[in-house]
């Protein structure tokens, strides 16, 4: 049965968490995609459990858990992701303010903004806010391109993301698909969600300093690839 609407939830070691957020998304998709990006717990059997479409891919990394997922909602027939983390963070209840703009066409991205305000306390490190503050800030500096946040929470038209070619297997798969949108001119909606703590276990970005500074070096790379590439371009085109 096709699923127009697909929920692709990358998870790695949440087997405490993954059961609340399939639960959650379910009623507002057609199916949920759990990535089990080589977890060493229950996550992949508890995610069945709950009954979600369980897609294994062990070569481990958030870009190789989203594309293995994309493959997958393109064989179920998939018109819109809704992209959302393991761990609970993200809210489903805010799951319509994202889907609905893209559903009726108005937009090809809506993204999942964590307004200061709507972050719960402990929810995010102080890394993490720094670091969601400054790689947009970086984009807006170096590219033009109006982003006010990294948020793993959004919704995305297939024929949007089919255009983009995207291929990072990493931290920056974000950053690479925001850029190449702001690159292509797609029509990008931010709108405030809220951050919850996680539910359990420890965060494999902000849980340690090597996963922290892993991901910052990535992401900023990955800005500066891009950035370099525009500039590049740009002057081909002028001259």
Known sequence: MKARVVALVPALDEEHCIADVVSGVAPRVDRVIVVDNGSVDATARVAREQGADVVSEPRRGYGRACLAGLVRARELGAEVVLFLDGDGSDDPADAGRLLGPVLDGTFDIVLGARRRDLIETGAMT??????????????????????????????????AIDGLALADTGHGFTIELLVKAHERRLRVLEVPVRCRARRAGISKVSGNVRGAARAAVKIVSTIARHATRARIEGVRRSS
């Open 126 to 159: 102080p890394v993490q806010r720094f670091g969601n503050w400054f790689a947009p800030l970086l984009m807006r500096w170096t590219l033009g391109a109006q982003y006010h946040d990294m948020p793993p929470f959004k919704a995305c038209s297939m024929r």
